[in-house]
């Protein structure tokens, strides 16, 4: 031997070391060698040069827990119970072979008793039964750890898995009571626990001052603690008689996530209990971790699914051979397809090429985009699909309005630019007849492109809620009266008979919206009766209802689109739109009129009593769809009279009746 710890300096003590037939070999508290004899030199093919100062490279990776456990076990063992500890187990040669061993383990003291490391004497060994039972008892209880954990890594839920880690505890260890502590910040709570009272699940203390804390300041991964004080600063250890605690380490994502405890009040700890207790501690960080990450996935997938069945667009999710797997609440709605029926099966409609928009048409009419993208780590595909019927409407109704406006536009302004341009060239050469002929035509077409520029300004204030009207009393058949008169000389054709009911009280509403609701609807009533014929304004009293018809004898309008007249952009004509010009904004004014009045307007065929259809808003005044007899009265179209012969020639038996209900004062 070359060099020993300074601290031998008896030459008996070195001669008797160098001369020892077994090997010995000393570490200091950091695990470096101090003593490496002629004996070790022989044993592990080291020589003292090489090993004194490094940690020596002789204990196999899967035994490092029993030898941590040993010397951790001296540490704490008390005065009576002996100096040594003594195990059968193997260590590494130079060569890379394992060699079986006896080591009598103790702990190296100088004179004052400060603790300087560890000190072992290696025994060869070759037929020793009490070696080979060890050994035997050692393998089996191995064995059952990897069952243990085989059967850990099996479970996915978090509790269970804790659950199991702690009996696994009890039964390889002997514990009387165990438990396992989550490390939550700068706090530790009890999760799983055997052998202790239920009250203490779930009961917290500081991490700082607890053996946990102490265990992670001191950088190993296994401890014993021993004594009153030491004992009794857990708050939870409340076992009768419990003399020594172990507890171990365990990581998760190499991060310190909680410790096992064994409690012991009978039996006494020896280095196996606390090998066992570090290696399944070790291998609980792992089942741990699988739990943990499967909890994750399972929370995960529940958000995902969440956010899927909540959105609003219609998402299908697609296998490798493009079957539906999964089919949300609006993808039922969208296409009327039910999971049962979608699930299982292709996609019930064409899809895109990734990454690319896909707009189609469903059989119900449904305008449709999709898009489908890809899932790279599944291979799975995604396909959403989103209802843009109403954009394609709008997008309609917006070429639609520039298409008409530019035509309604192009005439009255080309016929004005024409006489405009004939009185400034030929101004001289015109008879004044002419010219005031000329100047008239300019004035009328003028006062046309000015209800139109009103009507767009009126739809542009509809569509956006801002109409003001004034809510007053006002006399409803003065307001008619003057409406009538006005038209009855506008065409030759047209007959207007105006039949108000005596005594009519005064209207609840706005004089000027009213007039403008009823004006559009005479002038609707002679653009769509274009033979001539009698237009009929009648209004009668209903309960607390003023009930005002205006009907013609004109084309009448399509089954189906008694409701749709009132939409933006709508004309009611049955043929060529262009046949009566203008821009199809005239109803959907009056009705964003009378509904910011509180009042409410229909189409129906004429020449039959009709019930009242909803339009759309509910009962006048926020009452629900289910109306007082009083309502019901005043929601009965009042009868026809038996029908005149048509003026100009209109057809019999057909024709429009808008019916307008507004609220009576007082």
Partial sequence: MTDVYEHVHDPIARAVIESAADAIVAVDRRHRVTVWNPAAERMFGWTAADMVGRVPPIVPDELKAEHNA??????????????????????????????????????????????????????????????????????????????????????????????????????LTGADAGGFVRIEGDRLRLVSMSGLPERMRGRSAELRPSLVGELLRSGKTVKLATGERRLGDLIWSELPGLHTIALGLSYLQNRPYGALYALFT?????????????????????????????????????HERAVIDSSADGIAVLDHDLVVRHWNPAAHTLTGIPP????????????????????????????????????????????????????????????????????????????????????????????????????????????SLGRLVEHLLLGSRAGADELAVTIEAFDLTRVLEGVVA??????????????????????????????????QLLENAFKYSPDGGTVSVRARREGSRIVVTVTDEGIGIPPGDHERIFERFVQGDA?????????????????????????TISAHPAGRETSHTKTGQGAVNGTSGTETPELDRATRLLPVTEPRAPAGGARAGEGTCMRLVLRAAG
């Avoid at 609980?284 to 929370?299: D, Q, S, W």
């Avoid at 009855?488 to 000027?512: Q, T």
């Avoid at 821009?583 to 959907?588: A, F, S, T, V």
């Fill in 340 to 447: 049962e029926d979608a699930i299982g099966r292709p996609l019930p409609f064409d899809m895109p090429a990734l990454g690319e928009m896909l707009t189609f048409r469903l059989e119900s009419g449904t305008w449709l985009n999709v898009l489908a993208a890809e899932i790279e780590e599944t291979g799975e595909l995604v396909v959403d699909f989103r209802d843009v019927s109403e954009a394609k409407a709008l997008e309609e109704a917006k070429d639609l309005f520039l298409a008409t406006t530019s035509h309604e536009l192009r005439t009255p302004i080309t016929v004005v630019q024409g006489f405009a341009s004939t009185l400034v060239n030929r101004w001289d050469e015109m008879a004044d007849g002419d010219r005031r002929a000329a100047v008239a035509t300019i004035a009328e077409r003028a006062q």
């Fill in 70 to 171: 040993v010397q951790e076990r001296l540490l704490t063992r008390r005065a009576g119970d002996g100096g040594q500890i003594s195990i059968a187990t193997r260590r590494f040669h130079r060569d890379g072979r394992l060699i079986d061993v006896r080591i009598d383990t103790s702990l190296l003291k100088d004179p004052d008793g400060t603790l300087l490391g560890w000190v072992g004497v290696y025994h060869p060994v070759e037929d020793d039964e009490i070696v080979q039972h060890r050994m035997t008892e050692r393998a089996r209880l191995v064995r059952r750890l990897n069952d243990i954990v085989a059967d850990l890594n099996a479970e996915l839920d978090l509790g269970i898995v804790l659950d199991r880690i702690t009996a696994a505890l009890i039964e």
């Fill in 266 to 302: 009978g039996r006494k700890v020896g280095h196996t209990e606390l090998e066992l207790l570090e290696l399944l501690a070790g291998h609980a960080g792992v089942a741990v971790g699988n739990a943990v990450a499967y909890a994750e996935v399972v929370r995960q997938r529940a």
């Fill in 486 to 519: 006005g038209f009855r000389s506008l065409s030759p054709l047209h007959r207007v008979e105006l039949d108000v009911e005596p005594g009519l009280p005064p209207c609840r509403g706005d004089a000027m919206a009213t007039d403008i609701v009823l004006g």
């Fill in 575 to 599: 043929g060529d739109r262009r046949r009566f010009g203008g821009i199809g904004l005239g109803l959907y004014i009056v009705r964003r009129l009378t509904e910011a009045q509180g009042g």
